[in-house]
């Protein structure tokens, strides 16, 4: 066990599943970085926030593959590989570039297994970035998992933490379904104890992260981070707030939601995504319907707007959720 | 390259084989038994059988499209269980869940029809990286319709195979219409040029010659199985039905499938071809005509007779395991 920041549990995770298991692959687009440069084609990136470095180096261009920029070409790649026998895992960069692939996640990869009857299996982890907070604008910043979430046949991960991510990813690889792995750009130096040796984390078992009897906060991906920070804020005020960081939305635990929520009686969803259709709406209808005669307060959702993503950094801080606007949204459950 | 006896028959069994699947398909769905979409292959099935005749099940892949019933039968996915799979039945290959457009049979490397226009290049190139890094020597062959070729997929699969230099065989159909718009009018240029233009070597052939594309994809395979990386074919080929059954084909001339069945018929053309060379007598095809409409009758019939889908087949299948 030692600190570790999100970055380095990614890449820790990526090097010891491609060790134990030579069929694990990357592609993507500069993965490796430098191929064909003047530089002589060594390994020049490692991924653009550099959560591959080291890997192409490590294992050869033969599995840390250089892609052309062509989404389609390399999630559908990835999935015809996997669907053969391989366990790639595929960069798409950016969460926003599912667009021009989406047919190769959602038409092709989520639905092998069972429109070939039980035959398929489909082995490919897509490894990609979310979030905003960076002024990176409408097309680098969205989190569009709630839209993969929906999707039958894929299931999608957001972890909040170091640990979370390192064994959340390696059970991603080693899983024989479709993973879309959402990693928040946010998080990327946010710093944790993560074990040395691998080890997995189940999906669809959600995390307490903090204990509490008078209201439940779920946060997805860095809305957790954000959960756990007003749950210690509200503390000293004498709020009890119970955290659960969801850590997959597909599968979803609704039964440590409802668990919790029929101890506490309130509930406040979390998200980054825009409000409707979000994960945070799916949480609120879970709660309203199999909940309601437990609560004490109307169910709440704290998300963007719907909106997209703006660039300018006084209009992307009131996009997004803050420890403010969630505690402002505590408060009057509790008076309510 | 002069091919055995054994080998003609069974290239003359799989076209037959396609060609009665194909016209009792339209014969049971126009009396209504057949449920959902049709895209029927009659009249490209040297293009299919020209080129599945040469890969092996073990480490060759073929990618598909919505016409997608001739490769299924061309690489060897089993008549009864694919008619099974249309009819939506329980025993069809998919366990009636995929049905026409999503046949496939991964232990035959048959990859799958698909619905999506252009859906399967992308898969069919990932097969190749598969092929090259587990399986030497294999090689994956997607089906292209002239419509597909104008999809940005196909153009990534082929930028992507050649950079990475992977073993694939573009093998592209050109059946002179993308549903009911003629290619003269939606597909620029020529599709032979578009692959050279990756630098991808390229012929274009006759898809009524099973000769002319058997020796093309001969090239082809070999230039993928010895690591020199992808080809491309453009096959001339000829729709004898429409997009869909059902279509009233009003693109179309009144007599030009009359006259593609008289002068572009790839069964008529191969037969005469090796009666005039004497390789095979007309008595040998009579024969195989005769078992494979006995194998069509057969496999109707089950079909109709096989149970729907159980009712608790709905919810599975759709994750290997939802944890």
């Not at chain 1, 892609?67 to 926003?96: C, K, N, Q, Y």
């Not at chain 1, 990813?169 to 691998?198: T, W, Y």
């Not at chain 1, 906060?217 to 860095?222: A, D, M, P, Q, T």
């Not at chain 1, 998300?303 to 505690?327: C, G, M, R």
Request: hydrophobic fraction near 40%; glycine fraction near 10%; include cysteine.
């Amino acid at each position: 066990m030692s600190k570790k920041t999100y970055r380095e549990a990614i890449t820790e995770a990526l090097r010891q599943e491609m060790e134990r298991e030579e069929r694990v692959i990357i592609v993507g687009e500069d993965v490796a970085g430098g191929a064909g440069g003047s530089a002589g084609g060594g390994e020049a990136a490692g991924g653009v926030m550099g959560l591959t470095a080291g890997l192409c180096t490590q294992f050869g261009r033969e599995r840390v593959i250089d892609t052309p920029i062509t989404e389609s070409a390399i999630i559908g790649m990835a999935a015809g590989a996997a669907l053969t026998g391989l366990r790639p895992v595929a960069e798409l960069m950016f969460a926003d570039f599912i667009g021009v692939c989406l047919d190769q996640v959602y038409n092709q990869a989520a639905k092998f297994r069972y429109m070939f009857g039980g035959k398929a299996r489909t082995p490919l982890v897509v490894r990609t970035m979310i979030g905003a907070g960076m002024g990176a604008g409408p097309q680098h910043s969205q989190a569009i998992y709630p839209m993969l979430t929906a999707i039958p046949g894929l299931k999608v991960v957001v972890p909040s933490t170091p640990y979370d991510a390192k064994g959340l990813l390696i059970q991603a690889i080693r899983d024989d379904d479709p993973v879309i792995f959402c990693e928040h750009k946010g998080l990327l130096g946010s710093q944790g104890e993560v074990p040395d040796e691998p080890y997995t984390i189940p999906f669809g078992k959600a995390a307490i992260t903090r204990e509490g009897t008078d209201i439940t906060l779920v946060g997805i991906s860095r809305m957790a981070v954000l959960c756990n920070e007003v749950a210690d804020r509200l503390k000293k005020d004498g709020i009890s707030v119970e955290v659960i960081d969801v850590r997959t939305t597909s599968p979803l635990d609704a039964a440590t939601i409802l668990e919790s929520v029929k101890k506490t009686g309130r509930l406040v969803a979390v998200d980054e995504a825009n409000p409707m259709c979000s994960v945070a709406s799916e949480i609120a209808s879970i709660v309203a319907s199999d909940a309601f005669e437990y609560l004490d307060a109307p169910v709440k959702k704290v998300t963007a707007p719907h909106t997209p993503v703006p660039a300018a950094p006084n209009l992307e801080a009131l996009y997004l959720p803050t420890p403010d606007k969630i505690e402002v949204v505590i408060r009057d459950l509790m008076d309510f | 390259m002069q091919l055995s006896r054994d080998q003609l028959l069974s290239a003359y069994r799989r076209m037959r084989t396609i060609r009665e699947f194909e016209e009792r398909l339209n014969v049971e769905f126009q009396a209504g038994t057949v449920p959902g979409f049709l895209h029927l292959y009659s009249g490209q099935e040297a293009i299919a059988v020209g080129i599945c005749e040469q890969l092996e099940d073990a480490r060759d892949y073929i990618g598909s499209t919505h016409r997608g019933h001739g490769h299924c039968i061309a690489k060897g996915v089993d008549v009864k269980g694919m008619m099974k799979e249309i009819y939506c039945k329980k025993h069809g290959v998919c366990g009636g869940k995929g049905g026409s457009m999503h046949i496939a049979d991964l232990d035959k490397g048959m990859l799958g029809a698909n619905a999506i226009v252009g859906g399967a290049p992308p898969l069919a190139i990932g097969a190749a990286l598969t092929a090259k890094t587990l399986k030497p020597g294999g090689v994956a062959v997607p089906f292209i319709g002239d419509g597909a070729a104008n999809q940005g997929t196909v153009a990534e699969a082929m930028n992507m195979a050649s950079v990475l230099k992977l073993p694939v065989v573009f093998m592209f159909e050109n059946n002179g219409y993308a549903e009911f718009t003629a290619a003269s009018y939606a597909t620029a240029g020529s599709i032979e040029a578009r692959a050279k233009a990756y630098d991808i070597p390229a012929v274009t052939v006759d898809g009524a010659d099973f000769f002319a594309v058997h020796e093309a994809a001969r090239e082809a395979i070999a230039r993928a199985r010895a690591g020199e990386g992808p080809s491309a074919i453009e096959a001339k080929a000829y729709r004898f039905w429409g997009h869909f059954q059902g279509d009233p084909q009003r693109y179309r001339a009144p007599n030009e499938t009359k006259d593609l069945r008289e002068a572009k018929d790839c069964l008529k053309h191969f037969r005469s071809r090796v009666t005039e060379a004497a390789l095979l007598e007309d008595a040998d095809m009579d024969a195989i005509d005769e078992e494979v409409l006995a194998l069509i009758e057969e496999a109707v019939a089950e079909a109709k007779a096989d149970p729907e889908p159980d009712a608790q087949s709905l919810y599975e299948d759709v994750y290997v395991a939802y944890n």
